[in-house]
């Protein structure tokens, strides 16, 4: 499956954006996938996951309550709606797939073999 990321910009500290993530390929149903992100001279940060039928999500601490990770399988997308962006949230951000349940490691980079190109979100103060 091939990911492509958009919806990222620039918005001020309060302000809400949503990413999306399109799949093309066969099988989307049967993808785990989640978000990531990295921040300029950071690594890669788990940001939140969905399991294949949407039933089950995780977030990072920090996004709990502001982020929420949805999907709509007949679109072959998962989307990320960011709610009260803070400058701390600025970063390029990735979506990752697995063909796999979503499992209890979903936190980990290496755990998805499959990897959008990253969109840019920038918040200003």
């Known amino acids: 499956v091939q990911l492509q990321a958009f919806g990222g910009g620039l918005v001020q500290a309060g302000d809400s954006l949503r990413l999306s993530c399109a799949a093309s390929?066969?099988?989307?149903?049967?993808?785990?996938l989640a978000w990531f992100r990295q921040a300029p001279g950071s690594g890669r940060e788990f940001v939140a996951a969905i399991s294949r039928s949407g039933g089950r999500t995780y977030y990072l601490d920090s996004v709990k309550g502001r982020f929420t990770i949805s999907r709509d399988n007949a679109k072959n997308t998962v989307y990320l709606q960011m709610n009260s962006l803070k400058p701390e949230d600025t970063a390029v951000y990735y979506c990752?797939?697995?063909?796999?349940?979503?499992?209890?490691?979903?936190?980990?980079?290496?755990?998805?073999?499959?990897w959008g190109q990253g969109t840019q979100v920038t918040v200003s103060s």
């Open positions: 390929g066969r099988a989307f149903s049967s993808y785990a």
């Open positions: 990752a797939g697995k063909p796999d349940y979503i499992g209890a490691s979903y936190y980990y980079t290496h755990e998805y073999n499959y």
